[in-house]
């Protein structure tokens, strides 16, 4: 059974479904994400990682229930608006500009200045400092992003995202289809991430990738969630990890 949320989680999913079409995707799904957390969404493909996170930023094509992300509902916001309240979302798919440059991809994906309720500044990223926690990007500011390799993209992506200064990274399959160094790096930049105190939900069928990085789990088959705990209670539960994930 999923954990009440507590007042003071950024991100709040209860009873989310959504739809493509007649096909329903998402059974009433309940999550949360807290302050410097890293969770991960995990399951086999097909159980529905990707729709949640499309869920909560609008592009599912119907959705139903409730997502409240900084104490304010988003049901019914766009995409856009999402993303100025400070949600930032790295999709599968990418989705840069590949007849920009890096730098260029970079300046598309600036926002101003962030602040916590507290007043507090929410970590600000220059192009300067992500080339510090990419250094792969560094000497490629010129480069047209179309002549990059997948795994340079899926960082670009990832540094594009973290220009928009977000409270919370919604992050889907950052290990999927790139090569073994550059998973390496990912888990190394998800780490430099959390240690600057950044919150992410993560979508991730790796259980190696989340196991490194990951502090909560809920585990989907079939578009419900079936497990929530601990990154490690799930490591150690072989059953739920043969029942639900494979492995």
Same mark, same amino acid.
């Given at each position: 059974?999923?954990?009440?949320?507590?007042?003071?989680?950024?991100?709040?999913?209860?009873?989310?479904?959504?739809?493509?079409?007649?096909?329903?995707?998402?059974?009433?799904?309940?999550?949360?994400?807290?302050?410097?957390?890293?969770?991960?969404?995990?399951?086999?493909?097909?159980?529905?990682?990707?729709?949640?996170?499309?869920?909560?930023?609008?592009?599912?094509?119907?959705?139903? /229930? @409730?997502?409240?992300?900084?104490?304010? #509902?988003?049901?019914?916001? %766009?995409?856009?608006?999402? &993303? !100025?309240?400070?949600? $930032?979302?790295?999709?599968?798919?990418?989705?840069?500009?590949?007849?920009?440059?890096?730098?260029?991809?970079?300046?598309?994906?600036?926002?101003?200045?962030?602040?916590?309720?507290?007043?507090?500044?929410?970590?600000?990223?220059?192009?300067?400092?992500?080339?510090?926690?990419?250094?792969?990007?560094?000497?490629? /500011? @010129?480069?047209?992003?179309?002549?990059? #390799?997948?795994?340079?993209? %899926?960082?670009?992506?990832? &540094? !594009?995202?973290?220009? $928009?200064?977000?409270?919370?990274?919604?992050?889907?399959?950052?290990?999927?289809?790139?090569?073994?160094?550059?998973?390496?790096?990912?888990?190394?930049?998800?780490?430099?991430?959390?240690?600057?105190?950044?919150?992410?939900?993560?979508?991730?069928?790796?259980?190696?990738?989340?196991?490194?990085?990951?502090?909560?789990?809920?585990?989907?088959?079939?578009?419900?969630?079936?497990?929530?705990?601990?990154?490690?209670?799930?490591?150690?539960?072989?059953?739920?990890?043969?029942?639900?994930?494979?492995?």
């Amino acid at each position: 059974m999923t954990a009440q949320a507590p007042t003071s989680a950024l991100l709040t999913l209860s009873e989310v479904n959504a739809w493509y079409g007649a096909a329903h995707v998402l059974h009433h799904i309940d999550l949360h994400v807290g302050q410097g957390e890293v969770v991960a969404l995990m399951g086999r493909n097909g159980a529905g990682k990707s729709t949640t996170l499309k869920s909560i930023m609008g592009l599912a094509p119907k959705r139903t /229930g @409730q997502i409240v992300f900084m104490g304010q #509902s988003i049901i019914g916001y %766009q995409p856009y608006q999402i &993303a !100025r309240l400070g949600l $930032g979302y790295v999709p599968e798919d990418r989705r840069i500009f590949t007849d920009l440059t890096v730098a260029e991809n970079l300046d598309v994906g600036r926002q101003p200045s962030r602040y916590w309720p507290d007043g507090q500044a929410v970590t600000t990223w220059t192009a300067d400092k992500l080339y510090e926690l990419f250094p792969n990007l560094a000497t490629m /500011g @010129q480069r047209p992003a179309s002549a990059m #390799s997948g795994g340079e993209q %899926q960082m670009l992506t990832v &540094a !594009r995202t973290l220009m $928009g200064n977000p409270f919370l990274i919604l992050l889907d399959e950052p290990s999927e289809g790139i090569a073994p160094v550059i998973v390496e790096q990912m888990i190394a930049m998800i780490l430099a991430l959390k240690a600057h105190g950044a919150s992410i939900l993560l979508a991730e069928q790796n259980i190696y990738f989340a196991q490194l990085v990951a502090d909560r789990v809920y585990v989907l088959e079939k578009g419900a969630i079936r497990y929530s705990g601990s990154m490690a209670e799930l490591t150690a539960n072989e059953a739920v990890r043969q029942a639900y994930l494979g492995l």
